[in-house]
């Protein structure tokens, strides 16, 4: 499955600048882990950064204005640096596997002559074949919606090649829409169409747990959505769709991680609604979805999502820890990372969090600390940089409590 090995992101509110991995043009860098998890005091920016993930999916889901304008948004200028009148850009720096040659893309969003957001540039680039080192070369380019396009697999933009048959213009009639959303639907378009259905395919956690206390409508669903208000069809997908005995040791698996819960299972309404029930074993009648607490259902939210035979590629939640138990939160930890494994067709998760007990859990490879630089503006560095946290973490002292105690603070 795609990895993302660095994400960069200018100029979008206080991420001025900021760099979390390895970009082709930063080869220095060590590349993200499957599971990476950013950490920082409140302010700090990550929030804005697990938006800034999202930004970028709902320019290829809607256009780059309904991006900015979207609720929690407030529009470009909102979402700009303050200080600079520079475009918003993002760099995303992937591979679709393994040994595949990495892929840069490139998105620069600024405001046209009547004032509203478009997609100022766009580039997809990749090294030539057989190419283990040196930059990368543009099989995408486009500025103000016209550029040039290399189709098939190999083609990439060469200096001094006049003529070059997987070569074509192109020329955009809506400036707010990505390019690759029309350019990656076309078959002529293989890499744009991976590079898309990646993008497409992320999933950012929006959950509630008020949202999954809601009575669901009949229908089985197979993917977990955003917000987790469709658990009960997700539920029914699997019981009626997927294996039996599969889904019933799904369950089980659930149950025997989460505290006090000894079994769950589900019932069939009238109207062919699926209804999640938990036992605790201290009553005879187990209690349905609705009736237990927030915690439990977050638990079994995040559990589910994990058990999806194809989870979304790049999973993305925020503060996981709220609601939960102190001491579930290094279970849940585990958990993720068990998922996040690198291996093929595990999603990758990013995490932020302000809580310790969840670090604990964690390596400094894995953990990124976002904090204000004194101008205001967020700086981000990688835990496994500080040499007397690896030390004192190779001693075993828990990475958690080393946050607590301040010695991943700036000095």
């Not at 658990?231 to 889904?247: A, K, L, S, Y």
């Not at 089980?252 to 000894?262: E, N, Y």
């Not at 981000?380 to 603070?409: A, T």
């Amino acid at each position: 499955m795609a990895l993302i090995e660095g994400f960069r992101v200018q100029n979008y509110r206080a991420l001025r600048d900021v760099t979390v991995g390895k970009l082709s043009s930063q080869q220095g860098g060590a590349p993200l882990t499957p599971f990476t998890v950013v950490i920082g005091k409140n302010g700090v920016g990550k929030s804005t950064l697990f938006d800034a993930f999202g930004f970028v999916a709902d320019c290829l889901t809607h256009d780059v204005e309904q991006a900015c304008d979207m609720k929690q948004r407030g529009g470009f200028e909102r979402l700009r640096s303050r200080g600079t009148t520079d475009p918003i850009r993002f760099e995303i720096y992937y591979r679709e596997a393994k040994g595949e040659r990495p892929m840069t893309y490139e998105l620069s969003i600024a405001l046209d002559e009547t004032g509203r957001p478009f997609v100022e540039s766009e580039v997809l680039k990749q090294r030539r074949k057989g190419q283990s080192y040196g930059r990368p070369y543009p099989f995408l380019r486009l500025t103000h919606g016209k550029g040039m396009v290399w189709a098939g697999e190999e083609a990439v933009e060469v200096e001094g090649v006049e003529e070059d048959r997987a070569q074509a213009s192109v020329e955009l009639t809506d400036l707010r829409q990505l390019g690759i959303a029309t350019l990656g639907t076309l078959k002529e378009h293989p890499r744009i169409k991976r590079f898309r259905d990646f993008l497409k395919g992320w999933y950012l956690s929006y959950f509630y747990p008020d949202a999954a206390r809601g009575l669901p409508s009949a229908g089985p669903q197979k993917h977990l959505n955003i917000h987790g208000d469709n658990i009960g069809n997700v539920v029914q997908f699997m019981e009626q769709r997927e294996n039996t005995e599969r889904f019933k040791l799904i369950l089980s698996r659930i149950a025997a991680k989460i505290p006090g819960v000894k079994s769950i299972d589900t019932r069939v309404t009238d109207d062919k609604r699926v209804l999640l029930r938990f036992n605790d074993g201290a009553f005879a009648d187990p209690f349905f979805a609705q009736q237990m607490s927030d915690g439990t259902l977050k638990v079994f939210a995040y559990l589910l999502l994990m058990e999806d035979p194809e989870p979304p590629p790049f999973i993305c939640i925020e503060e996981p820890e709220n609601g939960l138990y102190h001491k579930l939160l290094e279970t849940l930890a585990h958990e993720f990372r068990a998922h996040a494994n690198g291996k093929k067709n595990a999603p990758q998760i990013f995490v932020t969090t302000h809580q310790p007990y969840f670090v604990d859990a964690l390596s400094p490879d894995e953990v990124w600390i976002l904090e204000k630089g004194s101008d205001g503006y967020s700086v981000i560095r990688r835990v496994s940089d500080l040499e007397i946290v690896k030390n004192l973490v190779d001693e075993g002292l828990p990475l958690g409590g080393l946050w607590y105690s301040d010695y991943l603070e700036a000095s």
